[in-house]
């Protein structure tokens, strides 16, 4: 069987698809990826170009950006069509539909944002599967029954067989329904393997705090804020700024507070206390395996109901915009305790997660078509 994995070219956008492609390469799948070059090129997979060469993920969010300016609008239901249907897809469906008619699948997984895949499964007549990265609310329905316009299918549900979602019931919108029949698969994080700094592999000398506002959305002056007041606690930090962003930009910090752009953040986690991020769903799943408490600063996209649910469930704090200076400080101190109550509940959630159906019994229900 051979199964080509399409992501749009962005770190969470590519990583969550890896553990269910190494599952079905141990199911003896052949995997191909489909993604951008430079992203494929991390990837222990052989991998395509699955967008035009010429652009990146960066230029639609920067044009999404220049389309909201001065409306302050942080949250809306019509942003994800506008980002992902029509600033998108037009820079993948050619592309992707070359991939299929050359590589000849016999399955397509594609992530929910890259509906350009999805026409293109749906041109050539392909069986398609999409999985979730980041929770299904209904605007994702109405973003579907878009796509299902635009190529002139009876409703959305021919444009995949199934939704494999790995969000735990804690982080779903149980309101909503997919237009897909739902498989529930555990969330698994993956990184790169790569080099830790070596301070982290000797004995702690006080609470250590993991920094990162992912690769989207950093913000040079919130990161150099959240460092400083992490150094106040008199915790040690490690900051990644991310691609783009080199570590000197950051200006002069304490020297507990150590600077990286890029950190392999599955193998990181174990080594820190806490960690201080913006939501995203591959930082709360991966520090909840760790039972890590978590300091969430959303700024978009799927990131504030992240930050609250987490919250309500007691196994974190939110600081929202426009929080008193301070803040990201004040929760870090508490939630470095050992005796923390977000602590306890970090654990409860990472083995809710642990209950969840493995990528690899996933994996086998795509290979026998059960899915």
Request: one cysteine or more.
């Amino acid at each position: 069987m051979k199964v080509v994995v399409a992501a749009l070219p962005a770190f969470g956008h590519v990583y969550p698809l890896v553990p269910l492609a190494l599952a079905l390469e141990r199911a003896g799948a052949t995997v191909v990826f489909a993604t951008g070059e430079e992203l494929g090129r991390r990837l222990p997979f052989r991998t395509v170009v699955g967008a035009e060469k010429s652009w990146a993920f960066a230029d639609a969010i920067s044009e999404l950006a220049r389309r909201m300016e001065g409306t302050g609008v942080r949250s809306d239901r019509s942003l994800g069509r506008t980002l992902f249907v029509e600033l998108c897809a037009p820079h993948v469906t050619d592309v992707m539909t070359a991939v299929l008619q050359r590589e000849r699948p016999d399955l397509v997984v594609f992530e929910q944002t890259n509906v350009g895949a999805a026409i293109a499964a749906h041109r050539t007549g392909i069986r398609a599967v999409c999985q979730a990265i980041v929770g299904w609310g209904r605007q994702w329905s109405e973003n579907y029954e878009a796509v299902a316009a635009l190529v002139e299918a009876p409703s959305p549900d021919a444009l995949a067989e199934a939704l494999i979602d790995p969000h735990p019931p804690f982080l779903a919108d149980l309101e909503a329904t997919p237009p897909f029949p739902t498989v529930a698969m555990r969330p698994t994080p993956w990184s790169p393997e790569g080099h830790l700094p070596p301070w982290l592999l000797e004995p702690r000398r006080a609470p250590r705090v993991y920094v990162t506002m992912g690769t989207v959305f950093g913000n040079l002056e919130l990161l150099r804020t959240m460092a400083l007041e992490v150094a106040a606690t008199g915790c040690e930090a490690l900051v990644a700024t991310g691609p783009g962003t080199r570590p000197g930009d950051l200006g002069d910090v304490p020297a507990t507070v150590h600077v990286e752009q890029e950190v392999p953040q599955v193998q990181l986690l174990p080594h820190v206390d806490v960690v201080v991020h913006h939501g995203g769903t591959g930082t709360i799943i991966g520090a909840l395996g760790q039972g890590l408490p978590q300091v969430v600063v959303p700024q978009g996209a799927d990131q504030f109901w992240n930050a609250d649910h987490i919250t309500a469930e007691g196994a974190g704090r939110t600081i929202p915009p426009g929080a008193p200076p301070g803040s990201v400080g004040v929760a870090v101190a508490a939630l470095a305790e050992d005796e923390a109550p977000e602590r306890a509940a970090a654990r409860r959630l990472g083995d809710v997660i642990s209950q969840m159906p493995s990528p690899d019994s996933v994996a086998e229900l795509l290979i026998d078509g059960a899915a």
